[in-house]
């Protein structure tokens, strides 16, 4: 496959600086050692400074967690008839054994499709920015808008064990109770999400050598 090819221009290369905060391009002064952003008075950086630093050890600890979030039971149900650990999978196969198939699907894409597929994307975002890698500039581009939609459903487990325990504990009979599994899940949603929310995507149009800062030119074309 060949290259991608896009415009040699950048914001930076032309002196403009985007606020994280409120998105304003703003000019940056030449030999300024910091720049405020005028709307919203934030300091702005060509790029997230230590951001793809930061981003690789949150998602390295979430990978850690990833293990005991599976492997530990994430409730305990008691009764008069008896009690049961339930992990993340385990609960699956109950439900899909119930005949709860769609809530089972539903369980196992948001608990542990999601959470692996948010893991790995951001994997290979970061690699490639690693590599300085100028192929499928569009689709990495694409994929971390997807990394950020779908963060909000990760929390579903936490959701549903949290409604479950408040609800059931109304009952003198039966009792649900968070067990660790839930918290490991909880910080691996957690330590994603930050990952995510560290990482640059920026990095993504970057040349693989710096771009010389050019004078400004009103005529001249500007891609953010």
């Known amino acids: 496959m060949k290259p991608e090819r896009f415009p040699q221009l950048s914001a930076v290369s032309q002196g403009f600086l985007s606020c994280h905060t409120c998105g304003l391009l703003s000019r940056q002064p030449a030999h300024a050692e910091s720049v405020i952003c005028r709307r919203c008075a934030s300091h702005l950086h060509p790029r997230k400074p230590g951001g793809t630093g930061r981003s690789w050890a949150l998602m390295i600890a979430a990978y850690l967690l990833f293990i005991p979030a599976n492997a530990l039971p994430i409730m305990a149900t008691g009764s008069l008839f008896g009690s049961q650990q339930d992990t993340i999978l385990s609960g699956v196969i109950y439900l899909w054994t119930e005949g709860s198939w769609p809530l089972a699907a539903l369980v196992f894409f948001a608990s542990i499709i999601v959470p692996m ?14 590599m300085r890698s100028v192929q499928n500039r569009r689709l990495r581009a694409r994929l971390y808008r997807l990394l950020e939609f779908v963060g909000r459903w ?9 409604l479950l325990s408040a609800l059931v504990q109304l009952k003198s009979l039966a009792s649900i109770t968070p067990m660790p599994g839930a918290l490991a899940f909880g910080a691996v949603v957690v330590l994603t999400m930050l ?3 560290a990482f640059d995507p920026r990095l993504t149009w970057d040349e693989p050598h710096p ?3 050019a ?7 500007v891609h953010a």
């Open 215 to 221: 004078t400004h030119n009103p005529h001249t074309d």
């Open 195 to 197: 990952a995510a929310m």
């Open 211 to 213: 771009e010389p800062l």
């Open 117 to 130: 597929g948010k893991l790995l994307i951001l994997t290979y975002l970061l690699i490639a920015v690693e």
């Open 154 to 162: 990760s929390m579903l487990d936490i959701y549903v064990v949290t």
